[in-house]
């Protein structure tokens, strides 16, 4: 069944080609690699798990509240169309605002899929090569989550933002070996995982919960990653090769945080561009989270070695310099630790129910006898 039928309007081409650039780059060194790297290549391989089966597909989720957020978080909360809406209207628009959002996630995912299959070839190192071909798996059962959910529990999907579509074309357009690192692993996944935990931490909802959980239990690695490789390479680097770099961050970031806002789906209300982009400028919910969208790239610009003049400077005028002191390794770690609880408590409330069903057949089977 075409997906097409799904979208919010119609898509105009089926499929997106991204003309590659860059070399393909086999090494004949096997027995040389950073054991860091190798060691989360390992972890990598032991963390893998099945979409299908990890996840309680059979939770049911309300479309029209899929999310369980509270009314501020609507960018028309307080404002006259609010007013004007409709219980159900304000229903379709929650409705609209959940689907946008995991409709961003899925195709962000696609994206780290590519560009992680793109690291493989292009990187030098085994090493490297190793661990994103795990990571090129990860991505994969994060779209195909996704995915899911769009298509069993919401029924609706957006096209993707042009924004994101423009940053992701530059990041897999560009020649050089570290930018897919740059521009997926740092900023577009960082991105993801500041939006992912928001919402993991606001929802209600257990099914979207569990996905943004294990998704970013998985990101966690990723994170890391993308560190590790970039930290020892841009040591190597000229002031001039950094400046480049930096300069690609600066306009990614201002890029996210002045274009990624859900306009269109304010647009599918008949509220024009124009006017929405200002409701949503305003919404006070909008301006934290947007805040809270750079607390893990901003960290991690700073641990990998960009943080020239010019770039610190930007991130004053987004307001977000002080987040470079935060700890990555502590918000990784808590990554985790939500996955791995929530679990816990999964199968203990299963084995409690398996109990209870064994003790009534038993309580049933005595009082036949």
Request: with cysteine; charged share 30%.
């Amino acid at each position: 069944m075409s997906t097409q039928r799904f979208y919010t309007h119609p898509v105009k081409e089926a499929q997106w080609e991204v003309p590659a650039s860059g070399a393909a780059r086999f090494t004949w060194e096997y027995d040389d690699g950073r054991e860091r790297l190798l060691a989360l290549y390992q972890k990598g391989k032991d963390k893998q798990w099945d979409a299908v089966k990890r996840v309680d597909w059979d939770i049911e989720v309300d479309p029209y509240d899929p999310l369980g957020v509270p009314d501020e978080a609507m960018t028309l909360y307080g404002t006259p169309y609010w007013d004007k809406f409709s219980e159900q209207d304000k229903r379709d628009l929650r409705r609209h605002y959940a689907s946008w959002q995991f409709s961003q996630f899925l195709h962000g995912e696609q994206g780290a899929m590519v560009c992680a299959a793109r690291i493989v070839e292009s990187v030098p190192d085994l090493d490297a090569k190793f661990y994103s071909a795990t990571q090129t798996m990860d991505e994969a059962r994060h779209a195909e989550l996704y995915s899911r959910f769009l298509h069993e529990k919401i029924g609706m999907l957006y096209p993707i933002n042009d924004n994101l579509r423009s940053l992701l074309g530059d990041t897999l357009t560009d020649s050089r070996w570290d930018m897919p690192y740059l521009g997926m692993q740092v900023l577009i996944e960082g991105l993801a995982l500041a939006a992912f935990g928001m919402l993991r931490d606001t929802t209600n909802r257990p099914l979207p919960k569990q996905l943004l959980a294990y998704v970013m239990q998985d990101e966690a690695r990723h994170v890391a990653f993308g560190r590790m490789a970039l930290r020892d390479y841009y040591r190597e680097l000229s002031d001039a090769e950094l400046h480049e770099r930096e300069e690609f961050v600066i306009e990614g970031c201002y890029l996210m945080r002045d274009r990624i806002k859900g306009v269109e789906v304010l647009e599918n209300f008949g509220i024009p561009k124009q006017e929405a982009d200002g409701l949503s400028e305003r919404n006070e919910y909008f301006q934290l989270f947007r805040k809270l969208l750079f607390s893990r790239i901003v960290p991690c610009v700073k641990d990998i070695g960009l943080w020239g003049e010019r770039l610190q400077r930007a991130y004053v005028d987004m307001g977000v310099l002080e987040l470079g002191d935060a700890s990555l390794d502590l918000l990784m770690k808590e990554d985790e630790a939500v996955a791995e609880r929530l679990d816990a408590e999964r199968f203990a409330a299963e084995e409690e129910a398996r109990r209870a069903e064994v003790s009534e057949a038993i309580a049933a089977g005595a009082e036949q006898d």
